[in-house]
């Protein structure tokens, strides 16, 4: 089976032989191709600043860059590879050139997506597509379904996180050739593994964005972001703008025949046209691919905007599949570490209560004043929402990441309160989400690193440890030294998961608890997920910390949730129907009186009385 996606922009192999090149550089009044590093070919116009040529004797494995009037040579932006990095010249690849054994593959459903998010350099030692392959075995005997794939668009230097990406249609060179990756996704569908693939479609990254050089109106000056003018979505040239990133989804869908995509932050993404990008890119999705095959638009949102999760009449999404839960996780994380600092001052209150809201309502924040935000109002409405609309998670890239010394959660609270809330997070009806490691309480840290040039490596580096001078453990200037430099080699390798801990204690033990509870999972919860809607949720405070829940599946039976995530002992109203777990903490007795010691969670399903 051959896969290619076609559009307009790029380099496209013709039938007949030859290459046609194309570029939008509606700044500049000339282009020229160099091919193979050869004399420059003169691009034709060809109207609406778009320029263009064949070249008979180009073939798969020339290489290219187009020549600007004031000398410039700049990559194409819609490079399928960039072997010499983002500033060398781009390859004209050759789409049909892997052949695809997973012709019979059409997707999973939503309602069985249990998510692993993963970075592809630091997730094995092999740090490749190479490396993912191999421990695909591994990751289905865990009880996942689906990975989710941190940004692979080409971005600048050895080491990246990803969102620093300058190259949205090239994967990386550090983690292969285009047909490793591929061959990486085949192998996961064999397997029965979705793969979503994470993009960035709000920014480019910092280096090796030559598009201000000759298509200014890529950007547009009137909407201000933290880098600089927003991405054209919704002013003049927009067309040509927004077309470039629509076919960029449908080209990781289509050429690379991934199950999905997560759209990184799309609330940094300045549009007020209508449809809006992100509405547009789900509607081409949706009428394209998705008319074949189950797949499936991931969404980080920071606003709250429920209204991109509705369904449709047959209960189909119609803007997004899902979008990431932070209020879910951040409420975990209060309950479990602690801290009170930062956003997470908006959870410190009631955090319980507000866990409740999240596993009943979908969002804790719905059009609520946010003290962490001097008052403004965030959020809309969710409650009407089925659970499978929300991603839960405890653990993110992000969330690690972005704290100072990357500290996961499993370092900052207790065995006990880490196998209560992982409970609470596996067996709940919204679709559950792991960060590589987590399942076996990994001991590296995930830092925030990168690769770039000299002045700009120092500049990032300033900035990281200025970010951390509000807090008070790093109000000393000499605290902030000891940050890990981003761009150190070491703050990298630091990262990169050992994957003998799983045979040692207490890694192992955590590992089965992981798989153990996901196969409860795939056993009484997945089967019932499909028509549940809401869930006719109900939830009952029974201490400050200890909480009731109970829903309705779509075939009538009862899922009910008992947990006290807290340091006291509460009480609860013995439970009905049959046992799926309970934490090593509560034995027998204990469920039968009611006690619920602290650090503890029960789950419970009641079926369905037939006659």
Known sequence: MKRRHTMPFGAEL??????????????????????????????AAVGGGRYELTVPTACAGSRYRFRLPDGLLVPDPASRRNPEDIHG??????????????????????????????????????????????????????????LEIMPVADFPGRHNWGYDGVLPFAPDTAYGRPEDFKRLIAAAH????????????????????YLHAYAPDFFNPRHATPWGAAINFDGPGARTVRDFFIHNALYWLEEYHLDGLRLDAIHAICDDSSPDIVEELGAAVRNGPGRERQVHIVLENDRNAAHYLARDESRRWRDGTAQWND???????????????GYYADYAAAPAHQL??????????????????????RGESSKHLPPTAFINFLQTHDQIGNRAFGERLCHLATPAAMEAVTAVLLLAPQTPMLFMGEEFAAEQPFLFFCDFGPELARAVTEGRRREFAQFTRFANPAARERIPDPNAVATFATCVLDWNAIEKEPHRSVLTLHRQLLALRRQWIVPRLAGMDNGQPKLEMLAERALAVHWHFGDGSRLSLCANLGNSAATAAPASGTRLFATANLDDAALASGQRPPWSASWYLQAVKTS
């Open 14 to 43: 013709l039938d007949s032989g030859g290459v046609c090149f194309r570029l939008w550089a509606p700044g500049v009044a000339t282009v020229a191709l160099q091919l193979d590093e050869q004399q420059d070919l003169p691009m």
């Open 89 to 146: 010249p781009s390859e004209v690849v050759d789409p049909t050139a892997f052949d695809w054994p997973d012709n019979n593959w059409r997707g999973r459903p939503w309602e069985e997506a249990v998510i692993y998010e993963l970075h592809v350099g630091s997730f094995t030692q092999a740090g490749n597509f190479a490396g993912v392959e191999e421990r695909l075995d591994y990751l289905v005997d865990l009880g996942v379904t689906a």
């Open 190 to 209: 064999a397997r029965g593994l979705m793969v979503l693939l994470d993009v960035v479609y709000n920014h480019f990254g910092p280096e090796g964005n």
């Open 327 to 341: 209020d879910i996780h951040h409420t975990f994380h209060v309950l479990a570490s602690g801290e009170i600092d």
């Open 356 to 377: 409740g809201r999240c596993l009943t309502e979908g969002f804790a924040f719905q059009n609520d004043p946010s003290p962490f935000r001097n008052g403004e109002l």
